[in-house]
T-cell receptor
Framework: GQNIDQPTEMTATEGAIVQINCTYQ??????LFWYQQHAGEAPTFLSY????GLEEKGRFSSFLSRSKGYSYLLLKELQMKDSASYLC??????????FGAGTTVTVRA | ETGVTQTPRHLVMGMTNKKSLKCEQH?????MYWYKQSAKKPLELMFV???????ENNSVPSRFSPECPNSSHLFLPLHPLQPEDSALYLC??????????????FGAGSRLTVL
């Protein structure tokens, strides 16, 4: 079966940096995704990694190590609007995207 | 309308009622998905349709049987229901599941409460 683990909750201060870790054990691997989901809203795409290394997109960066089955999402210069759930997902086939349970990030003033 | 639209947004039903969840995508995508999101649990993939053909059907109770009349519309009839079916049902679409990053665009979801 698929196993994708990420912390349940994290809290950080406005302007700070937070790193959300994700470890996975899946039957196949065709890429790793991060999505952001605000309460009551649709998940929205943040980043995609298929090769090892760091992908940077503005205040958000995502890292992948395939050999370790590990990824992290780095959120810099935190803003109040970054309070949301962050979902790690692994594509292990053409159609299948398996998700972790999500990490709820709370940003405090 | 843009993106992926789901209706209704909220639904309260008895176990013997009959309703359908509707999903419409305005992105010209070829694939559509139903996911179930329960509290504190990972999103569970239920069904995948590519060009109106069902290509994946996870371990979902047989009482769920979607309808996909064309590549822009996907329905999930709800009957009969069990209390454990209470959840947020998310529809998504993607351009081409077999190529590239295959980014999913999600709708805002339909929250179902089964009495």
């Amino acid at each position: 079966g698929q196993n994708i683990d990420q912390p349940t909750e994290m809290t950080a201060t406005e302007g700070a940096i937070v790193q959300i870790n994700c470890t996975y054990q899946t039957s196949g691997f065709n890429g790793l995704f991060w999505y952001q989901q605000h309460a009551g809203e649709a998940p929205t795409f943040l980043s995609y990694n298929v090769l090892d290394g760091l992908e940077e997109k503005g205040r958000f960066s995502s890292f992948l190590s395939r050999s370790k089955g590990y990824s992290y999402l780095l959120l810099k210069e935190l803003q109040m609007k970054d309070s949301a759930s962050y979902l790690c997902a692994v594509r292990d086939g053409d159609y299948k995207l398996s998700f972790g349970a999500g990490t709820t990030v709370t940003v405090r003033a | 309308e843009t993106g992926v639209t789901q209706t209704p947004r909220h639904l309260v039903m008895g176990m013997t009622n009959k309703k359908s969840l509707k999903c419409e995508q305005h992105l010209g995508h070829n694939a559509m998905y139903w996911y179930k999101q329960s509290a504190k649990k990972p999103l569970e993939l239920m069904f995948v349709y590519s060009l109106e053909e069902r290509v994946e059907n996870n371990s979902v109770p047989s009482r769920f049987s979607p309808e996909c009349p064309n590549s822009s519309h996907l329905f999930l009839p709800l009957h009969p229901l069990q209390p454990e079916d209470s959840a947020l049902y998310l529809c998504a679409s993607s351009q081409d599941p077999a190529s590239g990053a295959n980014v999913l665009t999600f709708g805002a979801g339909s929250r179902l409460t089964v009495l």
